[in-house]
């Protein structure tokens, strides 16, 4: 990939649009390991949180050793926050990390592709629309590869890379080649509604709500059983608030309508946990009550 040096030596010119839950969390995590980034968001209000929420995150990864070596990048350059999507001109690869909108990340793909040279990997982040769907309407889908960051990104290690039939060797070497010089260690699929790792969670997360909505057992009940019978180190639903409520019913959503497995449908009870503000940590209630939005 095209780089500058710096002391530490290569250095991406990494953006990432999107500075939500998983944009500051990959920032984060970029930053942990070393790397500026650029952080691009048209909402200033959501951007004017940004660098005080992954600051945070980093503070976070430094107490658990989430980092190779504890860090502290504040000097000027280390993170760049920016409403101009211009800013991706001159990138050596672009995160997408906006809302689980098909729509909306095939429009974003389609202004990245006119923005930025051929051969720049267009990566997004999602974690079930097929990537080969969003690249669709891109001017170059050999570019565009797919990457599923577990939350929080800066402490998960792994990544599901999610490569469509257009996705070219190169663009899945330069992706595999960034990630593991951000510590993370790559798995690649092929493209599929949800992929593995939401084709196998999600739908075990939906069956563990409605279990509880039919009062079969309480939260705590479900979540002790699978923990402590079969291993699960969360619990389904604690892990769906760390996901996000209405995360988990658009991801459901886009099982369903792209498989056309009904079952996958989000139940009744997540659809309302959604509707009523009720979205995990990042909101400070969901399935638990956590006092505080959570970073």
């Known amino acids: 990939m095209d ?6 030596g290569p250095v991406d010119r ?6 939500g839950v998983m944009g500051t969390g990959i920032a984060a995590m970029v930053l942990g390991q070393g790397l500026p980034v650029v952080l691009v968001d048209q909402d200033a209000t959501v951007l004017g949180t940004a660098a005080d929420r992954v600051h945070r995150q980093i503070r976070h990864g ?3 050793g989430a980092f190779s070596e504890p860090t ?3 000097g000027p350059g280390d993170l760049v926050l920016t409403q101009d999507l211009e800013a991706v001109s001159g ?3 672009v995160i997408e990390a906006i809302v689980e909108e098909a729509a909306a990340k095939t429009k974003l793909l389609t ?3 006119d923005r930025v040279p051929p051969g720049t990997p267009l990566i997004t982040n999602t974690s079930g629309i097929p990537v080969d769907e969003l690249a669709d309407s891109t001017a170059r889908p050999e570019d565009v590869i797919g990457t599923h960051f577990m939350n929080p990104a800066y402490l998960i290690g792994m990544v599901e890379t999610v490569r469509g039939p257009r996705t070219s060797e190169l663009t899945l070497e330069r992706v595999s080649e960034l990630l593991g010089r951000l510590g993370r260690r790559v798995i690649v699929v092929q493209d599929s509604p949800g992929f593995v ?3 196998l969670l999600h739908p075990l997360i939906n069956d563990a709500a409605r279990l509880v909505a039919a009062g079969t057992a309480p939260v705590e009940a479900v979540d002790q059983l699978m923990q402590g019978c079969l291993g699960h180190p969360t619990g389904p639903l604690r892990t769906a608030d760390l996901i996000g409520i209405d995360n988990l019913v658009d991801a459901l959503g886009v099982l369903a309508a792209r498989t056309g497995n009904a079952h996958y449908r989000p139940c009744e009870l997540l659809v309302e946990m959604a509707r009523a503000g009720r979205l995990g940590r990042k909101s400070g209630s969901g399935f638990y009550e956590y006092g505080e939005v959570a970073l």
């Open 3 to 8: 780089t500058n040096t710096d002391a530490r």
């Open 14 to 19: 990494l953006v990432i649009v999107g500075a």
């Open 62 to 64: 430094n107490l658990l």
């Open 72 to 74: 502290d990048p504040t």
């Open 91 to 93: 990138a050596s690869a």
């Open 111 to 113: 202004e990245l592709s």
């Open 197 to 199: 790792t939401s084709r």
